[in-house]
């Protein structure tokens, strides 16, 4: 299991474009992805896991990844967060 915090830093938080982002980059991957917000734990692939977390800019999140590739998953997905999802 790999895990990473990350900082929100997409102005609008992780509302439908970043969300629809991040869940294609996610779904890239073998592993399982998560995101964990304020304890609860959400699938990054799924479009309506993402939207419901609620996550809005400056949000500390925590990316969990689970896997064959989970170190690859973990960091991409993070890289994608961290970078404002091209915002």
Not at 56 to 69: A, F, K, L, S
Request: aromatic share 2%; with cysteine.
């Amino acid at each position: 299991m790999e895990k990473r915090k990350v900082v929100v830093v997409a102005k609008a938080g992780l509302h439908a474009r970043p969300a629809n982002l991040l869940t294609k980059e996610a779904q890239h991957f073998h592993s399982s992805v998560e995101i964990s917000v304020r304890g609860t734990r959400y699938n990054a692939k799924s479009l309506i896991g993402i939207l419901a977390a609620g996550v809005d800019c400056g949000t500390e999140i925590e990316v969990v990844c689970e896997g064959t590739d989970e170190k690859e998953a973990c960091e991409a997905v993070t890289k994608l967060i961290a970078g404002g999802m091209g915002e």
